[in-house]
């Protein structure tokens, strides 16, 4: 503060001396001189004064720090403002804080796998120490930039070609941590770095677009021939599903066949077991005379026939002795007892208990609805058997 006390006093003697010639022209004047060295010597004082002001006063702006070297030594920071200086003595650098921007040029890196690339990148910084970005290094512009570039060809040495397309946020945190441990010396901070362009060299463009193509075509092929085997798949599903169908469908008829024939059969032969019953009961009112006569009319039908040759159950002699005696030819045959229905239960049996009930028309509607709905019972399982097989749904989808 002595050299700005001893600065600020020689201004003052200054502008004093220059006022010495003012009053002396102006005591001139009061004799009765005129006015025109008066007005000459205040405009000199004025013009000598804006000049000491311009020089002695250094304006900071507030994104700014200024940097004062008094006869080549540092002596502070000038905080934005007006500060005062001392012409010829101190020399002030202003250094920007505001968050800057460089461009790294454009240059040709090989990769690990000797691919050659050309490599551009955009670097954020600001100044955090401007002591040290004046006193510790000429440019630091130009140092981060040539620090960058060698960064980045070391960083994207280490890496394949491959690597260097997909990692593009690990080759620029990479790129950030190493500058910023570097720039730190020199009072700067580096907030980021981003890669702009990786461009690597026609061949190996070319390379990758065939790669490109020999994959899709890979993939197309794959999905080709899963489709076709899933339409196999699907095909030989149908197939069977159909199978099964028509045989269920065959056995359903089969069934239906059968017992349509069986109901069929029972109600014939309770037809006949009828039939017998009744002539059983009408015949046991009959004699020996009346059966002889029977016989004889079944003969006579039997010869009425087309056939010519017959199979009698029974002796025909007997037959013919019997009618024989009928018509009075042979020894009287005496008549037989007629037959009660009682002594023909007694000696067989109860009727019913032989025969069986025969069923009604409400107990066959019964039975014809029970199959049907069998019928449609089986139906629903061969439809459900239809679905989709788990091995078809756990195939990729296209």
Same mark, same amino acid.
């Given at each position: ?189 580096? %907030? ?36 076709? =085997? ?17 045989? %269920? ?86 008549? =037989? ?8 239960? =007694? ?52």
């Amino acid at each position: 503060m002595k050299i700005e006390k001893l600065y600020v006093a020689a201004c003052t003697a200054l502008i004093a001396l220059l006022a010495l010639p003012l009053a002396a022209a102006d005591s001139h004047d009061s004799d009765g001189g005129s006015w025109g060295p008066l007005v000459f010597a205040f405009f000199i004082l004025f013009a000598l004064t804006v000049v000491v002001l311009f020089a002695v006063i250094r304006q900071v702006n507030a994104y700014e720090i200024g940097v004062r070297l008094r006869l080549g030594k540092y002596k502070d920071q000038l905080n934005p403002g007006w500060n005062f200086v001392i012409p010829f003595l101190d020399q002030v650098i202003m250094v920007d804080l505001r968050t800057q921007v460089l461009d790294v040029p454009r240059q040709e890196v090989i990769t690990k796998d000797n691919s050659p690339t050309m490599v551009d990148a955009v670097i954020y910084f600001r100044v955090a120490d401007g002591k040290r970005s004046v006193l510790e290094v000429t440019s630091y512009r130009q140092a981060i930039i040539n620090m960058a570039q060698t960064t980045l060809r070391a960083v994207i040495g280490d890496m394949e070609l491959d690597q260097v397309l997909s990692n593009r946020d690990k080759i620029n945190l990479g790129l950030r941590d190493r500058l910023d441990v570097e720039t730190d010396k020199w009072g700067v901070k580096v %907030e980021n770095v981003e890669i702009r362009e990786v461009d690597p060299s026609p061949n190996v463009k070319q390379a990758m677009e065939d790669q490109t193509a020999a994959e899709r075509n890979r993939r197309a092929n794959i999905l080709r021939a899963d489709g076709d =085997k899933r339409a196999a798949i699907l095909n030989a599903e149908g197939d069977k599903q159909s199978r099964i169908l028509e045989a %269920e469908g065959l056995r359903q008829a089969q069934i239906l066949e059968a017992q349509g024939q069986r109901t069929a059969h029972i109600l014939q032969q309770q037809g006949e077991a009828q039939g017998l019953r009744i002539i059983s009961m009408g015949a046991a009112a009959l004699d020996s005379k009346a059966l002889t006569v029977l016989s004889l009319d079944t003969l006579k039908n039997l010869g009425a026939g087309a056939s010519t040759k017959f199979v009698l159950p029974f002796e025909i002699t007997r037959l013919i002795e019997g009618a024989a005696e009928y018509v009075g030819a042979s020894r009287a045959t005496p008549d =037989k007892e007629l037959s009660q229905v009682a002594d023909v239960e =007694k000696a067989l049996g109860a009727a019913d208990d032989i025969l069986g009930l025969i069923p009604t028309a409400e107990e066959m509607a019964k039975e014809m609805q029970a199959i049907k709905d069998e019928v449609a019972t089986a139906a629903v399982h061969s439809a459900a058997s239809t679905e989709i097989p788990e091995e078809l749904e756990e195939l990729p989808e296209e």
